[in-house]
């Protein structure tokens, strides 16, 4: 069982049935698989495509810049929806931000976070890492090793990495395990962008990709189970 985990969600799983926006049943459907995890501690980074994507809008007049900020913006709104959620489903939460919202959001502090989860919160931090040009993967990365987690979640559309693209390769295998150098090597492996996976590799943090929306499978990896895939030092 793992003390201490960070859940990596993407903004188009938040949007649920709807093209964008925000999904409050899917929202709510995680909140309740959240809750199923027993006695660890859980940090949410949370991404904002079901808004922006800093990266596709930059151009015809927006700098790169602006629109990276923009994204980031994005995964606020995301964090502060999630929150509510969460604290309706009966799940402690907070939201925290890396960006200075402070009429909306407190600002994320290594303290505070701490003192939250101490409190049995989840912590949920929008705002990316705060800075344009680094994705919410490597946010995710940079957070998890902050508050020491024991293990990144990366909860996709999949359930697990494989050895080519399951949805044009039929003959695509399911991986168990793959160390953090293969992950960062092969270009076939696409779970997170490579700047992410290889300062995990620097860290020997651990990342457990595995499929979203199957029920009980945030708890059963919580626990230690093999679910989806492991990607580690060794």
């Known amino acids: 069982m793992y003390k201490r985990i960070l859940l990596k969600l993407s903004g188009e799983q938040l949007q649920g049935k709807f093209d964008g926006g925000f999904d409050t049943q899917r929202a709510m459907w995680i909140a309740n698989e959240v809750k199923k995890v027993e006695a660890t501690e859980v940090v949410l980074m949370i991404g904002g495509g079901n808004y922006v994507r800093g990266a596709q809008l930059a151009g015809g007049g927006i700098e790169r810049v602006t629109a990276d900020n923009m994204g980031m913006l994005g995964t606020l709104i995301n964090s502060l929806a999630l929150a509510d959620v969460f604290n309706a489903a009966g799940v402690p939460a907070r939201a925290l931000t890396n960006i ?33 040009y680094l994705t919410t993967d490597t946010a995710a990365v940079n957070l998890a090793l902050e508050l020491d987690c024991d293990a990144i979640f990366k909860a996709t559309k999949v359930d697990g990495v494989y050895d080519g693209d399951p949805a044009t390769n039929p ?4 991986l168990a395990k793959i160390t953090l150098k293969q992950a960062v090597e092969q270009p076939e ?23 979203l929306l199957k029920d009980g499978n945030i708890a059963r990896a919580a626990a230690g189970e093999a679910v989806g895939t492991t990607i580690s030092a060794q």
């Open 100 to 132: 200075v919202a402070d009429q909306i959001a407190d600002q994320f502090t290594h303290r505070r976070a701490l003192s939250h989860l101490a409190k049995k919160r989840v912590v949920i931090v929008g705002g990316g890492i705060g800075r344009p």
């Open 189 to 211: 492996i696409r779970v997170m962008d490579k700047a992410a996976i290889a300062l995990a590799a620097d860290h020997a943090q651990q990342i457990v990709v595995f499929e």
């Open 171 to 174: 003959d695509a295998k399911k």
